[in-house]
């Protein structure tokens, strides 16, 4: 009788907490599939219909030849691979150089100020872009006349903007990142690292077959958030189209060409049809990563 009250007390607090976790993640289930799940089954339903009778893939069809589209994915696939890259290398070497800083208040005081960009929204941080780019009011307009431009015309050149996206976003972004990873570098058991300086292994060698590789689902994760924000593109080259008076198109990412065939074409359809164009290449590309990388494996 006294181990079945024992093992009856037992149970019942777990069966509580796990009521309070129902609790808890019911609001984000409500709102996942309110603002998640819901709208993507719409836009399923629109892109393979026209007009509520089922269309086939007739909306992809006229998406894949509407002149637009493809420089739109050469658009997109340049910069996602620019920022992916400079992301992963960048991010990757800061968090271990702040983990390498043995001061507590220095390594505290560059974390926080890596985290104060991400606190502004998106099209804030792109207004303060305006300025730092326009050579004729920017604080680093030496900078910019050193590589050859004088305008602000000049700087946002299609060519250039790759590059432009990816030093906006990796200011907002990449901060909250090197947090990240720092955390995982904290989370690093200390008798490995101390196994590898009594082996006399130095702090590149540390980093190269230690802690890089101990940190590769977080890299995975980073990467795949990353991937799932990028190809999303459209604050950045809508407000750079308004501010530089069509010099950057306004279909220059495939977000802005399905805004476009929505609110300017009203087309819904076609629209739809490139969103989960989007979603479906997302997807895949975050699968490679996810299992590439070992996210959901255990060690």
């Known amino acids: 009788m006294k181990g079945r009250r024992r093992e009856t007390r037992r149970t019942r607090p777990d069966r509580s907490q796990a009521r309070i ?12 599939l309110a603002f998640g799940l819901v709208p993507t089954l719409y836009a399923v339903f629109l892109a393979f219909t026209k007009n509520g ?11 894949f030849g509407d002149y637009r589209f ?4 050469q658009h997109v696939a340049v910069y996602l691979v620019v920022w992916l890259v400079s992301l992963t290398l960048f991010v990757v070497l800061l968090a271990l150089i702040v983990h390498a800083v043995r001061r507590r208040w220095v390594s505290a005081s560059v974390r926080f100020l890596y985290y104060i960009p991400g606190a502004l929204a998106g099209a804030s941080s792109v207004m303060l872009w305006l300025f730092l780019l326009d050579p004729t009011v920017s604080p680093v307009a030496g900078v910019l006349r050193a590589f050859g431009f004088e ?3 000049q700087v946002v050149s299609v060519d250039n903007l790759p590059v432009i996206f990816t030093l906006i976003a990796f200011w907002a972004g990449a901060g909250g990142w090197i947090i990240i ?4 570098l904290n989370n690093i058991p200390e008798e490995v690292m101390e196994a590898a300086r009594i082996d006399g292994a130095g702090p590149i060698a540390t ?13 995975s994760y980073m990467v ?5 924000a990028g190809t999303q593109l459209f604050v950045e080259p809508r407000v750079l189209s308004q501010a ?6 306004q279909d220059y990412s495939l977000n802005q060409l399905a805004y476009l065939y929505a609110f300017r074409q009203n087309d819904f359809n076609g629209s739809a049809a490139i969103s989960l164009l989007l979603l479906t290449v997302a997807v895949v590309l975050s699968a490679l990563f996810v299992f590439r990388g070992g996210l959901f494996e255990r060690d």
């Not at 530089?244 to 198109?249: A, D, I, L, N, R």
């Open 181 to 184: 990873l720092y955390g995982a």
């Open 224 to 228: 795949v958030m990353s991937l799932a």
């Open 53 to 63: 009778a089922f269309a086939g893939i007739d909306n992809f069809v006229k998406v």
């Open 207 to 219: 980093a190269w077959h230690i802690q890089i590789p101990l940190m590769r689902k977080w890299i």
């Open 21 to 32: 976790g129902y609790v808890f993640v019911s609001g984000y289930t409500i709102l996942l």
């Open 151 to 153: 305008t602000f015309v």
């Open 244 to 249: 530089s008076k069509g010099v950057v198109p």
């Open 70 to 73: 493809w420089p739109a994915v």
